[in-house]
Structure formats: structure tokens, C-alpha cells
């Protein structure tokens, strides 16, 4: 607790890291660091044993070359699988890359 001006502030300290506590309900990760390589098939393949995924998973490619940039998105079919998701694979080598995974929603 912290008094400020004569009002109190409760101060909280979470184990968990922001992505995880200071979000709103997420399904929808983010993933970056993808090898050049990877396709839609390799990423929905290493993501769908975490739980249902909703939406086709999308490695974004430039609009011209159709050459990957390198990361890509997933959508689960509920928050939970894309919580065991996010905590398994972040910082996991993915087709000889080590990936970030992120969840990709606003913060409200």
C-alpha cells in the first residue's frame, strides 16, 4: 500500500508476466521470429495440440515478392488453449528458429 495525497494506492505484485495478466479475454496469439521457410501447414501443426484453432493460422508474407516477414497468427477456439499455447511454445525453436509468441489483442 502506498498513501498518495492522503488517498491509498494498493500496489499488486504478479509472478505472471503483463502479456498474461493485464489483458482483457485473448484467443488470438501472435507469432514472431519465424524462419523464412515456415508455411501456414508447419505453423498450425505446431500449434493446434494446444487446443482447437478457429482461424486459419496466417504467416504474413510481403504483398509484392510473396516472401514471408517473418511471423503470423493464430486463433484458438477458446482463451485457456491459447493461454497453454502462449506458455509452451514462447521461446521455442521452430523450424530451426526461435519463436515469440505473444497474445494479439488490444489492452483495454
Given at each position: 500500500?502506498?498513501?498518495?495525497?492522503?488517498m491509498?494506492?494498493?500496489?499488486h505484485k504478479?509472478?505472471?508476466?503483463?502479456?498474461?495478466w493485464?489483458?482483457?479475454s485473448?484467443s488470438?496469439?501472435?507469432?514472431?521470429g519465424?524462419?523464412?521457410?515456415?508455411?501456414?501447414?508447419?505453423?498450425?501443426n505446431?500449434?493446434?495440440?494446444?487446443?482447437e484453432i478457429?482461424e486459419?493460422?496466417?504467416?504474413?508474407?510481403?504483398?509484392?515478392s510473396?516472401?514471408?516477414?517473418?511471423?503470423g497468427?493464430v486463433?484458438?477456439?477458446s482463451d485457456?488453449?491459447?493461454?497453454?499455447a502462449?506458455?509452451?511454445?514462447?521461446s521455442k525453436v521452430?523450424?530451426?528458429?526461435?519463436?515469440?509468441?505473444?497474445?494479439?489483442c488490444?489492452?483495454s
Open positions: 500500500m502506498q498513501a498518495i495525497n492522503g491509498i494506492r494498493v500496489l504478479n509472478s505472471l508476466p503483463r502479456s498474461l493485464a489483458r482483457n485473448c488470438k496469439l501472435f507469432v514472431g519465424l524462419s523464412y521457410d515456415t508455411n501456414e501447414t508447419v505453423l498450425k505446431a500449434f493446434e495440440k494446444y487446443g478457429i486459419a493460422v496466417r504467416v504474413i508474407a510481403h504483398h509484392v510473396g516472401k514471408s516477414r517473418g511471423y497468427f486463433r484458438f477456439t485457456a488453449s491459447a493461454k497453454v502462449f506458455k509452451e511454445m514462447h521452430l523450424d530451426g528458429r526461435k519463436i515469440r509468441v505473444e497474445f494479439a488490444k489492452n
